[in-house]
């Protein structure tokens, strides 16, 4: 069983960054493919980054340019780095991970077996 716990949330400013950390309990082939998901208030949950243990990564393009998807394996650890934030990029953030996730599926919630609580952004104009 995978376990995810999200930190790094917070309340920042327009034009501010964020850093998101995901540990996870431990990398097997069941966390092979990992990625940040996030639901604003009244929203559906969105795919916003993923990446996979060959190293593919896939972001949302709202978040191009602006947010950096990373692993570190000896930490066991998934990061969200999060740049020029708006007040659009307010939502809880959620890391998910699953053994494979194709292409197509990357940024799909259905794609995802394992889900941490989540971490808050909130990002004021």
């Known amino acids: 069983q995978v376990q995810l716990v999200e930190s790094g949330g917070g309340s920042v400013q327009a034009g501010g960054s964020l850093r998101l950390s995901c540990a996870v309990s431990r990398y097997t082939g069941s966390s092979s493919c990992m990625a940040w998901f996030r639901q604003g208030p009244g929203k559906e949950r969105e795919g916003v980054a993923a990446i996979r243990t060959d190293a593919f990564t896939k972001y949302a393009d709202s978040v191009k340019g602006r947010f950096t998807i990373s692993k570190d394996d000896a930490k066991n650890t998934l990061y969200l780095q999060m740049n020029s934030l708006t007040p659009e990029d307010t939502a809880m953030y959620y890391c998910?991970?699953?053994?494979?996730?194709?292409?197509?599926?990357?940024?799909?919630?259905?794609?995802?077996?394992?889900w941490g609580q989540g971490t808050q952004v909130t990002v004021s104009a």
């Open positions: 998910a991970a699953d053994a494979w996730v194709s292409a197509w599926r990357l940024l799909a919630p259905a794609g995802y077996t394992y």
